[in-house]
């Protein structure tokens, strides 16, 4: 029988894994099935469990069930433990592994896709939600001389800092680590400037000073496939040439998810072309 996976989501007609999944099989020479469920909202379990009965293998999870997802697994991986949320799952016998592959997704992208290696520069992220807190422990891994993240409500920023320094004591002090709130970015300036608020949905952005980005700065919207939002805009605006969406993001996600279902790392350098939206 041939290998079952899909994204469950809600809602779910829009994700492009179906897509990106069937191209890395393609490319690395395999079979599988993967398709979508539109999981009903407060039946994430009882969903899965049918998924699981019929012979699944793993899941991919988007909005809104990261957390149900992580509560659903029997064993997660330290990531995940620590974003709260689970991003992919995998199923063998009663046993299910959660995983969060956001954050080495991020990293992946701007280190090696923009070429942007963070180690001793100044990293500012917007916002402290789900996408946030998978980013955060891989963000710092990568030894920033400062990492900031500003939040609209500061508890959450706070927050992160505390986990950092539980987790990882040692790069936590060697990093200027701050959690604050936007009315603090004034007189700041950072060399990587990544926008991980859900605000862009509607089309609007956190009230973030154009003074944010230092000469040469790149900035990055985790949203993807939307063109130019309003936070590239203002970047933009503010003589910022290295722009960039999440759409990298997405695509070493999946490919790491795949390659932990799979054993084999399928490039990512196609989905990226065939997903890339002009940033105009
Ligand atoms: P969450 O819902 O978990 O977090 C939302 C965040 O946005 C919170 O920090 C919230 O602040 C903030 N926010 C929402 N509205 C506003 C507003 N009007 N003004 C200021 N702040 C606001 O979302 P996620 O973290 O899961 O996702 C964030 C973004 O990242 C989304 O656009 C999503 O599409 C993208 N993403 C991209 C991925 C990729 O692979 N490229 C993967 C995952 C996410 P507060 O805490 O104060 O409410």
Same mark, same amino acid.
């Given at each position: 029988?041939?290998?079952?996976?899909?994204?469950?989501?809600?809602?779910?007609?829009?994700?492009?894994?179906?897509? @990106?999944?069937?191209?890395?099989?393609?490319? %690395?020479?395999?079979?599988?099935?993967?398709?979508? @469920? +539109?999981?009903?909202?407060?039946?994430?379990?009882? %969903?899965?469990?049918?998924?699981?009965?019929?012979?699944?293998?793993?899941?991919?999870?988007?909005?809104?069930?990261?957390?149900?997802?992580?509560?659903?697994?029997?064993?997660?991986?330290?990531?995940? =433990?620590? $974003?709260?949320?689970?991003?992919?799952?995998?199923?063998?016998?009663?046993?299910?592994?959660?995983?969060?592959?956001?954050?080495?997704?991020?990293?992946?992208?701007? =280190?090696?896709?923009?070429?942007?290696?963070?180690?001793? /520069?100044?990293? +500012?992220?917007?916002?402290?939600?789900?996408?946030?807190?998978?980013?955060?422990?891989?963000?710092?891994?990568?030894?920033?001389?400062?990492?900031?993240?500003?939040?609209?409500?500061?508890?959450?920023?706070?927050?992160?800092?505390?986990?950092?320094?539980?987790?990882?004591?040692?790069?936590?002090?060697?990093?200027?680590?701050?959690?604050?709130?936007?009315?603090?970015?004034?007189?700041?300036?950072?060399?990587?400037? +990544?926008?991980?608020?859900?605000?862009?949905?509607?089309?609007?952005?956190?009230?973030?000073?154009?003074?944010?980005?230092?000469?040469? $700065?790149? $900035?990055?919207?985790?949203?993807?496939?939307?063109?130019?939002?309003?936070? /590239?805009?203002?970047?933009?605006?503010?003589?910022?040439?290295?722009?960039?969406?999440?759409?990298?993001?997405?695509?070493? =996600?999946?490919?790491?998810?795949?390659?932990?279902?799979?054993?084999?790392?399928?490039?990512?350098?196609?989905? @990226?072309? =065939? /997903?890339?939206?002009? +940033?105009?």
């Amino acid at each position: 029988m041939t290998d079952r996976y899909a994204v469950i989501g809600n809602p779910i007609e829009q994700s492009k894994s179906p897509l @990106i999944h069937a191209e890395f099989a393609r490319a %690395c020479g395999q079979t599988i099935e993967y398709g979508r @469920i +539109l999981g009903p909202l407060g039946g994430f379990a009882a %969903c899965v469990d049918s998924f699981r009965a019929e012979g699944g293998k793993g899941l991919n999870v988007t909005a809104p069930f990261k957390l149900d997802a992580c509560a659903y697994c029997t064993d997660l991986s330290l990531d995940a =433990q620590l $974003a709260g949320a689970v991003n992919a799952m995998k199923f063998e016998g009663d046993r299910v592994w959660g995983e969060n592959f956001d954050g080495v997704g991020l990293v992946r992208d701007l =280190q090696i896709n923009l070429a942007t290696p963070l180690r001793g /520069l100044r990293v +500012l992220v917007l916002g402290a939600g789900g996408a946030t807190r998978g980013a955060w422990l891989p963000l710092l891994r990568c030894q920033p001389a400062r990492l900031v993240v500003a939040n609209r409500s500061i508890d959450k920023s706070l927050d992160l800092v505390n986990v950092a320094r539980e987790h990882l004591p040692e790069l936590a002090q060697q990093c200027q680590l701050r959690g604050i709130g936007y009315a603090d970015l004034a007189d700041q300036t950072f060399d990587v400037v +990544l926008h991980a608020t859900s605000a862009g949905l509607s089309g609007q952005m956190p009230p973030v000073p154009a003074t944010v980005f230092a000469r040469g $700065a790149l $900035a990055y919207d985790l949203t993807y496939g939307k063109g130019l939002t309003p936070f /590239l805009r203002l970047a933009q605006h503010a003589g910022v040439a290295n722009l960039a969406d999440g759409v990298g993001m997405l695509a070493e =996600q999946a490919a790491e998810a795949y390659a932990w279902w799979r054993g084999v790392r399928p490039d990512t350098a196609s989905v @990226i072309r =065939q /997903l890339t939206v002009p +940033l105009k």
